[in-house]
C-alpha cells in the first residue's frame, strides 16, 4: 500500500512560514498586494478564487479581485492590466484561468509586467525557466516540485512521465523537471501506447483533467504517483451529489504505487501556498530586499 504524500500538511507547514516572513516584510513595507483578475463564473474557478483570496488573509496579504463578465473583450482585460501594472500598490497580478472562449490566454497573459506575473506564465518568465534563471515558477509545478524534495523523492536520474502538456502545469514542470536531472517524457492526447510509457515512469504525473484516465495497470510497482486532476464527479451519496477525484484511480494506483498524492489534500493546496509564496516574492522584488534563497525555490532546484 503507498504512502501518503500529505500536500494540505505540507502546505500549511509553507503556509507558517510565509506568514512569519510576511510578518517580518510587513515592519518596513506595506501589506503584498495581489489582484486576481476573474473573467466569467466558471464554478470551479470561483472556488479556486476564493480559496486564494482567505489563504493570502490570513497569511497577512492584501487580495483585490476584479470580477468581469463572461462577455468581457480582449481590449476591457488589457486596459485593467495596463492599470494594475502602473498601479504602485499592487505587487502581484493573477489572471485565472480558463478566460472565456475566444479570448487567448497566451496572449493576454502576456501583458502583464512580468515583475508582477506571480503564475510565471509571460513568455519572460517562461524563458527564464527554460533559461535556468526563473523569477516566478509556475504554482502547480513549483508544489510538486517542493512535495518531492520535501518527501525526499530522489529525481534526478528518475525517469519522469507527465502526462498532460498545458501550460499551466504539463510544460513548466517538465522543464523543472529537467533541470532537476530527471529524464522527462512528456504525454499528450496523441500519444500512442500512452501505458506503455507510464509504466515506465519512477515519477508519474498526471495533469489531464480526465476523471480516473491512469489505471492501476498504467504504472510500475512501486512509483511516486503525482495527481493534479482536480474533477467534479457525480456521486448520488456525497453530500451535494458531487465529490472530488483525480486524474487517477486511487485506490488501484495505491496499491501498486509507494508513494501518492490524494485528491483531494495533494497538490491543491501545495498550489495555493506557493501562490503566497511567489506574491510575498513580487513584494520583495518591487522593494529590492529579495532574500538570498528560501526553501520553495531550493526545492524547485533554484
Ligand atoms: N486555473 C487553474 N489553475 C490555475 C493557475 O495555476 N493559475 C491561474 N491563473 N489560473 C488557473
Known amino acids: 500500500m503507498a504512502n501518503i504524500i500529505d500536500g494540505k500538511r505540507l502546505a500549511q507547514q509553507l503556509t507558517d512560514t510565509i506568514t512569519k516572513e510576511t ?117 502547480t509545478p513549483h508544489g510538486i516540485m517542493y512535495a518531492l524534495h520535501a518527501y525526499h523523492i530522489p529525481v534526478r536520474g528518475a525517469h519522469a512521465v507527465v502526462v498532460g502538456r498545458s501550460a499551466i502545469v504539463g510544460k513548466p514542470l517538465a522543464a523543472l523537471l529537467t533541470a532537476a536531472d530527471a529524464t522527462v517524457t512528456l504525454c499528450h492526447s496523441n500519444t500512442r501506447n500512452l501505458a506503455a510509457i507510464t509504466r515506465q515512469a519512477d515519477i508519474l504525473i498526471a495533469a489531464v483533467g480526465c476523471p480516473a484516465l491512469i489505471t492501476g495497470d498504467m504504472m510500475k510497482e512501486g512509483a511516486t504517483v503525482i495527481d493534479v486532476g482536480i474533477n467534479r464527479v457525480a456521486d448520488p451519496a456525497a453530500p451535494h451529489g458531487k465529490r472530488l477525484v483525480g486524474d487517477v484511480d486511487f485506490e488501484a494506483a495505491a496499491a501498486r504505487a509507494a508513494w501518492i498524492t490524494p485528491v483531494p489534500g495533494g497538490v491543491g493546496p501545495l ?32
Request: net charge neutral.
Open 271 to 302: 498550489t495555493v501556498a506557493m501562490v503566497l509564496r511567489n506574491t510575498l516574492y513580487a513584494a520583495q522584488l518591487r522593494h529590492g530586499c529579495t532574500p538570498a534563497k528560501n526553501t520553495a525555490s531550493e526545492a524547485a532546484g533554484c
Open 23 to 139: 510578518a517580518n516584510y510587513c515592519k518596513r513595507y506595506p501589506r503584498p498586494c495581489l489582484t486576481i483578475v476573474s473573467s466569467g463564473a466558471d464554478p470551479a474557478s470561483q472556488i479556486y478564487i476564493r480559496t486564494k483570496l482567505r489563504a493570502l488573509e490570513a497569511a497577512g496579504m492584501q487580495s483585490r479581485v476584479i470580477q468581469l463578465s463572461e462577455q468581457v473583450c480582449e481590449a476591457e482585460i488589457a486596459a485593467h492590466i495596463a492599470r494594475l501594472n502602473r498601479d504602485d500598490d499592487v505587487d502581484g497580478i493573477l489572471v485565472q484561468l480558463p478566460l472565456p472562449s475566444p479570448l487567448e490566454s497566451t496572449r493576454i497573459l502576456d501583458l502583464l509586467d512580468p515583475k508582477k506575473d506571480v503564475d510565471g506564465f509571460t513568455a519572460e518568465n517562461l524563458g527564464r525557466l527554460l533559461t535556468g534563471a526563473p523569477r516566478f515558477i509556475p504554482c
